[in-house]
């Protein structure tokens, strides 16, 4: 097993995959319903965006309950993101945004989503291993922690 990264490693780990991954897992709930589903993101302005459509169980359950989980990477290097969620139609995004979205997916989601939904981080945690358990919130209260 590796030795375990600093705080500021992991930092920098997750502002990477932040920018490059390009699929998460986004789990939303009503109040009678759970939902996880994977969708295609982007980290802009320190906000993660994704699309869909008003009538998705996801969107129905932001509607309803802002707060949202949103998990990158696998089992043995996770970071997991808590946020609170809004959304917006997707003919409100910025220039900015649909040019990047564009970019890194090939593909101007106005033409398939009606619905752009902001996460704003307020917890992130990354861990790899059993070892870096300690440690792994990397995000609070919205602010990025720093080693010690």
Sequence with gaps: MAAPRSVDQRVVDTRQRLDHDVDAWVATTSHDRPWLIPLSFLWH????????????????????????????????????????????????????????????????LRTWADTVIYVAPWRVQAWREENEIAGRTIMRTGVWVSSP
């Design 45 to 108: 302005e320190d906000r993660l965006l994704f699309a869909t459509n008003a009538n998705s169980p996801t969107a129905v359950n932001i509607g309803l309950v802002r707060r949202v989980r949103v998990a990158l990477g696998t089992v043995r290097d996770v970071v997991i993101i808590d946020g609170d969620a809004d959304l917006a139609p997707s003919a409100t995004l910025s220039s900015a945004e649909v040019e990047a979205y564009t970019t890194k997916h090939n593909s101007d």
